[in-house]
């Protein structure tokens, strides 16, 4: 795993993600957000392409939940991006990069 610019910043650095963090966030989605996971059945109704991309070790948002969600949007495309978590944008900047616009051109 390449973590390269990530890395070099030593000052003021983001504070790692615990799972009591993860927890609170989650339970705050549910105070604000819809309880009732039977409406997850409302995202079988969304008909425009959709790529969910995540990371394979998140601990903000299970990977498990990305592949739930991809298998209830109808021809949703699904990457998880190996050895990463929530930031999974920045450790693969140029590859999830290319897989939208590949994505966004098909």
Known sequence: MDLGRFMQRGVERDQP???????????????????????LQRLTAIQQ????????????????LSHLMAGLIPNARIKIYPDSAHAFLFQYPVEVAGDVNAFLSA
Do not use: E, N
């Open 17 to 39: 993600s615990s799972l009591a963090a993860r927890d609170a966030q989650y339970d705050a989605v549910l105070d604000w957000g819809i309880p009732d996971h039977g409406k």
């Open 49 to 64: 392409p959709t790529f969910v991309i995540q990371g394979d070790d998140d601990l903000m948002l299970p990977t498990r």
